[in-house]
């Protein structure tokens, strides 16, 4: 299950490269043909809005799949200089790695919340997850972008059900609507699971490594050694962060909340 919707181990465009041959060459063929000659008398104002959905789908696509999701700068002077005191530092007397933080492939030194991803072999801020589907990690840049190309598809598959409801109502079912009907909810539930936890992740600020690999961060603990999220702030103040309205907490601002809390 988790392949399906986190795509095959390694750098694979296939997942990628499926989806647009199934929309270019099967979805679009079958609602130009099929679709609008015995529907859009019925519902015209549908169909213009399916089409701007279509539109804005493929733009939200096109950013998530180019930009940049956040890559970290290499080579960081942070890194040397961690290195030279590692010796000192006083967390190896209480147990705890001072080296956790440090990526050894990209030689920085990693902020809350930071990854490196395997895939791209780069560090990531805000490192949320590699996404197949776009070819991208989804990342602090582009995490906009790609709820926006999940919640696009998954309104799109909404309204290809409602086509389907339709012209299986005036034609009856055949075999070309059933594998229609079939790939249109592979789509959906995948990129309708993908919808409701981007945007989850939204109101909660946070992210999918966060939640998966929570026990992993000392940050998302609190002295207990409970579950905490320090950068949640409220439903507003969440989404502005997460839309870019707002600037993120620094690593400073988070250490001397648990400072205060401690």
Known sequence: MKSIIFGP??????????????VLFWGYPMYIFKCVPATFA???GIHYLFIAVNIVMWYMLYKAYTMDPGFLPKNSSDYDQ????????????????????????????KPMRAKHCRICNRCVAH???HCPYVYNCVGYRNRTYF???????SLLSLF?????YIIINLEGWN?????????CSFFGLITSGLCFATWFMAITNTNTNERINYKKYDYLKDANGHYHNPFDRGIRHNFQEYFHYRKPM????????YAYTV
């Open 127 to 129: 490192f949320d997850h």
């Open 82 to 109: 961690a290195i030279k005191r590692v010796a000192h530092f006083d967390e190896w007397k209480q147990g705890q790695n001072p080296l956790k933080r440090l990526c050894h492939t990209c030689h920085l030194v």
């Open 250 to 257: 620094i690593d400073e601002e988070v250490e001397n909340i």
């Open 147 to 153: 709820v926006g190309f999940t919640t696009c598809v």
């Open 42 to 44: 019925l519902s015209p």
């Open 160 to 164: 290809t059900f409602y086509f389907s």
């Open 9 to 22: 181990a390694g750098k694979s465009k296939g997942p990628f490269l499926f989806y647009i041959f199934n």
């Open 175 to 183: 075999v070309l609507y059933a594998i229609g009907i079939a790939e």
